[in-house]
């Protein structure tokens, strides 16, 4: 007869299955955890970890408080709660607890992350950026956070300074398309047309469907006066993601540039059903 696993052994195999992706086995070893060991923080956690990730935000945050009302200077469950709270919208609470996780382990550079991306969104955008360097001073090689470094400094007018952020992020990783699409955009805010461009047409080689980037391209087209093919280019985005306002409206507008009002008015009326149906109060 075998020796029965140790609370070890069966957390180490949850954990082997949760990075897996087969979650059902990963529950199965944690709630064995559990039935011998109520009291159990990790298995606690990985379960809370579980019930977030599939949406059960209050549920992991009670489970994530049970781990640590037994083991009680846990970052990673105070950050755990942190982000579920942010995804229910309760901001100071989600801001206190990555604030714990932050002073049970100052080298947590997830919670630092996490605490700026929830400053930005605010508007807080010094209280951001003190953030997102310390996150990066302790994983300088995070590009998510050069990137989210740089659409915080973007939003806050500091150009030169998003445009270095984003080339971080692109020297990190060539192939990751975001920054390169965002990069475009703060260098049309600069007026540098032609370089912007540039950067849209590496963002659609990398990602042929991304219509963010196509419409930023005809944007840039239509400033440096090529209008056909900026109108081109916003059909390109339109096809890909057509229940988007903006991207009529910029038909729109280059179409007017053309001289083709009747398209134009066609456009404004289809920008305008798109937006009324976003403003539309959701049915309870």
């Not at 093919?229 to 038909?251: F, G, Y």
Request: charged share 25%; hydrophobic share 40%.
């Amino acid at each position: 007869m075998s020796e029965p696993q140790t609370a070890a052994e069966l957390i180490q195999q949850g954990l082997v299955h949760h990075r897996a992706g087969q979650i059902s086995l990963a529950m199965d070893r944690y709630t064995q955890v559990l039935r011998n060991d109520p009291r159990n923080a990790d298995a606690l956690y990985y379960i809370a970890l579980i019930a977030c990730h599939e949406g059960q935000f209050q549920q992991g945050i009670d489970l994530a408080r049970r781990s640590l009302s037994f083991r009680p200077r846990q970052a990673r469950a105070h950050n755990l709660i942190g982000q579920a709270l942010h995804r229910m919208g309760k901001i100071d609470d989600a801001l206190q607890s990555f604030d714990s996780a932050i002073e049970c382990d100052p080298n947590l550079a997830d919670a630092y992350s996490n605490r700026a991306n929830m400053l930005s969104e605010l508007g807080r955008a010094s209280e951001a950026l003190s953030s997102f360097d310390r996150a990066l001073a302790i994983e300088p090689n995070s590009a998510p956070d050069w990137i989210n470094r740089g659409a915080t400094l973007h939003g806050a007018g500091r150009l030169e300074e998003a445009i270095a952020s984003y080339d971080k992020a692109i020297a990190l990783d060539p192939d990751f398309v975001v920054p390169h699409c965002n990069r475009g955009h703060v260098l049309t805010d600069l007026g540098r047309d032609a370089e912007a461009l540039a950067s849209y047409d590496r963002a659609i080689a990398l990602e042929p469907k991304m219509a963010e980037a196509y419409l930023g391209r005809a944007l840039a087209l239509k400033k440096l006066s090529r209008v056909d093919d900026a109108l081109a280019s916003v059909d390109k985005a339109i096809a890909i993601k057509a229940d988007v306002a903006k991207m009529h409206e910029a038909r729109a507008s280059l179409l007017r540039s053309l001289g083709r009002e009747d398209d134009a008015g066609a456009a404004d009326t289809r920008a305008a059903e798109l937006q009324s149906k976003k403003n539309e109060p959701s049915q309870s």
